[in-house]
């Protein structure tokens, strides 16, 4: 079922199930799942390939905490957390040390001679930053130019190297963006699990490195990125050996790494002119104020460096994310002080202001709740505003059985202009099997539906879900391509950042003419006014009656006509010297 009850709420997925990262990895939706999340994809080509041991065979392990400050002393995380990394004893050595091998093997002499290629042209490149920024007002800028554009998510451009060493498709799917014209992507910085993040810690130069291939391949193929840096809420604080809850504490290990990581990425590609944005995370604000939590804690497997066990301190609270959120920015704008950053956060459960002060279900909240939501969980200095957007997130919203996009998009870009921060839909889809979608018709019209709602609301970056011709997702009922009969959704983004571009010319058409006319007409006289009102009439606009007096109905028959490019300042009226 689709309505969130307290009868039904079990069926809530707000984690990330462990191999994946993808839409709606969070639980995504209108209150907290009201799907099921993406289905856990069993990587059995990983496990056999690399012949991990299963979970059962991993010997278990007693891990010591270990003491971490701001400078986060590596050589002594290493020693600790290589305890989680490893089993113990001779069995488990031997399993590692096949995994260590395997792991580390270049896929052939190629990708050496590939990444020596990317670290060159990534530093080579390094000239200004084709970055997206916010003005005082609000506006997303590109090259100091208002900006809306609809681009894509191929999220696992980076961590598909963790699943499968030698995967370098992420160059043929930039490559694919860059010939179906799709300015940018927003990849996940980061890799998943915390025995995957480990790679960070115990080989910080060769993950940078591989990471560095990425970066360079979208500058290659002219690919802006948004860089979301820790993708699931859990790896870091079991990385670090605490709960959840530390990302609510500025002091905790969990901030302290968050710090360090967020230091170590900005500062190595602050100079990119790939990268356009920083995101902190992927859906945190889906994790928070459960009333069930209890029943939806990350997953427990020693083997993969997450605890033995998961307790109330797992659990989620807005206020503990609003501070993870606001650390992050101040740690971006230490060495970035342009360019925008997110959250990252999903559409606001549908009772998710009744959530945060309740720890309940109840009744959907109101509109002006929902606003108030949304602008409380992008805190500055989160200078843009962060959704979500898919099928079941208007299911009950505003007491509404089912709201619409538009509807939901005009009371975000609502808080967008209060907030003065650009509104980020950075994740939308629509998929077979999902959402009530159950034929390619349904699909179809969902998606046209949804990225009309995007471009009348003049959204100012939105991107879907997803791109990956990776081994582990190319085949996945959530990834787009033209092979699985879904090319008209690369048609239609197409054919909508064309009407977007056609919208910001006429836009700036507006801004650039209008105050001519005004500042001619606050020195003319009547007749001059009236002249300019027979000229709108003539040209097929209304004006209302030529009574040579600048009111609201004139002003928007002028506005409409230097739109339509029919008026130019060469029409202005003379101005007249005041007596």
Request: aromatic share 10%; net charge negative.
């Amino acid at each position: 079922p689709s309505r969130i009850t307290p009868e039904n709420n079990g069926k809530i997925r707000p984690q990330a199930d462990r191999e994946n990262a993808f839409a709606r990895a969070g639980g995504g939706g209108n209150g907290t799942a009201v799907e099921p999340s993406l289905p856990r994809r069993k990587h059995t080509l990983n496990r056999q390939s690399l012949h991990l041991p299963s979970q059962e065979e991993a010997p278990p392990r007693d891990v010591e905490p270990f003491d971490v400050h701001e400078g986060f002393l590596l050589t002594h995380i290493k020693g600790a957390l290589a305890q989680v990394r490893y089993p113990r004893g001779e069995k488990g050595e031997a399993h590692m040390s096949t995994l260590r091998r395997s792991r580390r093997r270049v896929a052939d002499c190629g990708l050496s001679v590939m990444l020596l290629a990317a670290f060159v042209l990534l530093f080579s490149n390094a000239a200004s930053a084709d970055m997206l920024t916010v003005s005082p007002d609000g506006v997303l800028l590109k090259d100091g130019k208002p900006y809306r554009a609809i681009g894509a998510n191929l999220y696992d451009a980076f961590f598909r190297l963790w699943e499968h060493p030698g995967d370098l498709t992420y160059d043929r799917d930039f490559a694919t963006l860059e010939a179906e014209g799709i300015p940018f992507a927003r990849i996940a910085a980061t890799y998943f699990e915390p025995d995957a993040m480990m790679e960070y810690v115990n080989h910080r130069e060769d993950y940078l490195s591989k990471l560095d291939g990425v970066v360079a391949s979208a500058e290659q193929h002219h690919v802006g990125l948004i860089m979301d840096l820790f993708c699931w809420d859990a790896a870091v604080p079991d990385v670090v050996h605490e709960p959840r809850s530390a990302w609510g504490d500025p002091n905790s290990k969990t901030i302290a790494f968050m710090r360090d990581y967020t230091r170590t990425i900005v500062s190595r590609y602050n100079d990119s002119p790939a990268v356009w944005a920083w995101e902190f995370g992927n859906e945190f604000s889906l994790q928070v104020d459960l009333p069930n939590a209890a029943d939806w804690r990350p997953h427990i497997n020693t083997y993969f460096g997450w605890p033995a066990k998961r307790t109330k301190a797992d659990d989620l609270t807005t206020s503990m994310i609003l501070v993870a959120f606001t650390e992050f920015g101040k740690t971006v704008r230490e060495i970035d002080p342009k360019r925008a950053i997110s959250s990252g956060n999903s559409l606001p459960r549908s009772m998710a202001d009744l959530q945060r002060r309740t720890l309940q279900w109840g009744r959907p909240d109101t509109r002006a709740q929902f606003r108030a939501n949304l602008a409380l969980v992008n805190p500055d200095p989160i200078d843009t505003l962060s959704i979500h957007l898919y099928r079941d997130d208007m299911v009950d919203r505003f007491g509404l059985s089912y709201a619409t996009y538009g509807d939901v998009l005009a009371e975000a870009m609502k808080v967008s202009a209060t907030e003065k921060k650009p509104l980020l839909a950075i994740e939308f889809g629509s998929f077979l099997g999902y959402g009530g979608l159950n034929t390619p018709d349904a699909v179809r019209k969902d998606f046209e539906v949804k990225l009309k709602a995007i471009v009348d609301n003049r959204v100012p970056l939105a991107a879907f879900w997803g791109v990956s011709s990776s081994i582990s997702y190319a085949s996945d009922d959530f990834t787009v391509s033209r092979e699985k009969g879904l090319g008209y959704m690369f048609d239609d983004i197409k054919a909508a950042n064309a009407e977007i571009a056609a919208q910001l010319a006429t836009e700036k058409r507006i801004s650039d003419v209008l105050p001519q006319f005004e500042a001619a007409l606050k020195t003319a006289d009547r007749d001059a006014v009236r002249a300019l009102q027979i000229l709108l009439t003539d040209r097929g606009f209304k004006p209302g009656a030529a009574d040579g007096r600048y009111g609201a109905e004139t002003r928007q028959a002028l506005t409409a006509c230097i739109a339509a490019g029919e008026c130019s300042a060469t029409d202005a009226p003379d101005a007249k010297p005041s007596p």
